[in-house]
């Protein structure tokens, strides 16, 4: 396993969650990274992604100003801090390395992914 996503969780409507990615058996702090999500019967879409120095960021639309990515590369691990979450934010949360330095939008942009954590928002 190269990608560990964790710190998923039941959380009622309007609270918060924070998931974590850490990588093992590599670094992944030259590469761009992001986080995508599939809830059940959808398609898989892009939350947010990073580049690899943590000063470009990207959201899709529907959680921009409630969700906050962030990485250490330090600790080769990244974040994604929820907040105000929604029962539409219910899905399983992928974390993914990109093939380039700076994040992208788009799944094929990614090469390593982790094995998903699940978020599921009550309401």
């Known amino acids: 396993v190269q990608l560990q996503a964790s710190g998923g969780g039941l959380v009622q409507a309007g609270g918060s969650l924070r998931l974590s990615c850490v990588a093992s058996?590599?670094?992944?702090?030259?590469?761009?990274m992001g986080w995508f999500r599939q809830a059940p019967g959808k398609e898989r879409e892009f939350v947010a992604a990073?580049?690899?120095?943590?000063?470009?960021?990207s959201y899709a639309g529907s959680v921009k100003g409630r969700f906050t990515i962030s990485r250490d590369n330090a600790k080769n691990a990244m974040y994604l801090e929820m907040n105000s979450l929604k029962p539409e934010d219910t899905a399983v949360y992928y974390c993914?390395?990109?093939?380039?330095?700076?994040?992208?939008?788009?799944?094929?942009?990614?090469?390593?992914w982790g094995q998903g954590t699940q978020v599921t928002v009550s309401s």
């Open positions: 993914a390395a990109a093939r380039s330095s700076y994040g992208s939008r788009e799944a094929g942009g990614y090469n390593y």
């Open positions: 058996k590599r670094t992944f702090s030259n590469n761009g």
């Open positions: 990073i580049g690899w120095r943590g000063g470009t960021t």
